[in-house]
Each structure stands twice: as C-alpha cells, then as structure tokens.
C-alpha cells in the first residue's frame, strides 16, 4: 500500500510545530512572517488542513533549516498532497473517519477493545451490511460497505498491519443479524485468527470488571519513529485522536491488561465455537 497522505500531514505539521517552538517565534508573529492568518498557521501545526510543499519552504526559510532536512520535510509535504483510497468514499466517510481510515492505512500496530460489535476490519460483507442498517440506516449502504471491507487490505498487503483484537463476550453472542449471518461472521474470525498478524482473544464475562468498561479504543503505532503513536475514540458522531505521550501509555497499559484479563488465544477460538452453536 501506498505511503498515507494523512500520515504525511501529521508528521509535517508536527515538525513545522516543533521548528517553531525551537526558535522561540510564537504562533502570532510566524504567522505574520508567513503572510498567512494565526488560525490557519495554528491549524496546519495541528494537521487539520494540509500545507503546499512551497510554503513548507517558505516555513523553513523562516526557522532557518535548510540543505538536506530542508529538502526531506518538503518531499513530506509533497507526499501529504496525495490522494489515498479513502478520498474517493468521502461521500460516505465523515471527515473526522477520513482521518482515522489515513492513519490505519499505515499503521504497523493496531491495538483495540470492541465491547459490542465485531471491529470493522474483521466484519463480513454481510455482518457490515447489518450493522450499517442498525446505525446509519440504509442511505448509501453499498458504498459505505465497499469502504469497509478496502479497509481490510492493510491485514493482508505485503506488509500487514499487526492486529491484536480483545472482544468483550458480548459481541459473540449479541445477534445484531439474523443467524446465518452470525455464524459466517464467527467463521470468519475463526478464519481471520489463523493470520500470523493477527491475535483475536476474547474477554469473558467471568473475567468481572475490567479497565476499558467506559470506552472502546484504538491504539495505532506506526513503523517509523518519527510517526507518534495515537489512541482513537470514536462515537456517533466524531472520532477523537489523542496524542500525548501520557495518554497513549495510559492506554498501551489498559491493553495489556485486557489481554491478561481475557482468555488466550487458543482459549478464545474454544469459546467463539461454543458461542457458535447459538447460531447453528
């Protein structure tokens, strides 16, 4: 898969931030320097709009960098002009998501907790098409389909996204569908765990109360270090990215002690063929 334009942005826009700060010059007089307003230099340092490689180099100019760094944060920049796959589904991906689906799209690591529903990357065409009616009704349900199952590239691409899912017990026994859907999306997670990237465990309801009850997550990593890692909240109606360093250890903690918390694998797949006879 192609670098992510969104990850681009967040990297130059963090470097640009950073550059700044280093040079003691505050939003308000950079921003004058740059011949641009303080809102929109304060939104491109926060990755909510894009930046064109030659002002990247006006920017650098300015925070004297350059040579080779200069010429590195610009080609960044070029790269974040790009259009990745998911900028053709913005019809039916809320901005907010647009962003989400970008950084997914290269992650090395994907940590997450579902209490409720099947995590998109490993739902069925069938299973999403359900769960789209229950949540969003039926208003461009083929499309927003479509951009979930692209989705699911990044578990099998060359260079695979490393998957571990922890799966409240709820989520394979609520029938959000009808019951042969049910069992092929249980199949296909029995399917999708045999994955050498991919670990699916399941939290039971015997293992009591746990540290992730008030919130679903996402925790992505991604594989060059200057990429920071990011925790990503979704509700109905936005998504969340937290970005401390503070808040992705908290999170990186509660994770590990779901995975201690919940059966093992081998464990998990015993208890997703016993909640299949529901369904059978």
């Known amino acids: 898969m192609t670098a992510s334009p969104t990850v681009r942005r967040r990297r130059i826009a963090r470097e640009l931030r950073q550059l700044r700060e280093s040079t003691g010059m505050t939003l308000d007089a950079a ?114 389909v479509a951009a979930r199952l692209r989705r699911q590239d990044v578990l099998r691409s060359d260079d695979p996204v490393e998957l571990s899912v922890v799966l409240n017990e709820a989520v394979l026994l609520r029938p959000v569908s009808n019951r042969a859907v049910m069992a092929g999306q249980l199949s296909h997670l029995e399917t999708v765990a045999q994955l050498p990237n991919v670990t699916i465990q399941v939290l039971p309801f015997e293992a009591g109360g746990h540290p992730a009850m008030n919130s679903p997550y996402v925790l992505l990593t991604f594989a060059d270090a200057a990429d920071a890692a990011v925790v990503y909240l979704e509700n109905l109606t936005t998504g969340l990215a937290l970005e401390e360093a503070t808040q992705v250890r908290s999170y990186s903690l509660v994770h590990e002690r779901l995975c201690r918390l919940a059966l093992d694998p081998t464990a998990s797949m015993i208890r997703l063929k016993e909640a299949s006879r529901y369904y059978t």
Do not use: C
């Open 31 to 144: 921003a004058r320097q740059l011949d641009m307003s303080k809102s929109n230099l304060s939104r491109i340092e926060n990755a909510q709009i894009g930046i064109k490689p030659r002002d990247v180099r006006a920017a650098l100019a300015l925070y004297q960098v350059t040579g080779n760094d200069a010429e590195a944060l610009i080609e960044i920049a070029r790269g974040a002009q790009q259009r990745g796959w998911w900028q053709h589904y913005s019809d039916v991906l809320p901005e907010w998501f647009e962003f989400y689906v970008g950084l997914e799209a290269e992650a090395a690591t994907l940590r997450t907790y579902e209490a409720e529903a099947v995590p998109g990357l490993l739902q069925t065409e069938a299973y999403a098409r359900d769960v789209y009616r229950l949540t969003a009704g039926e208003d461009d349900l083929d499309r927003k």
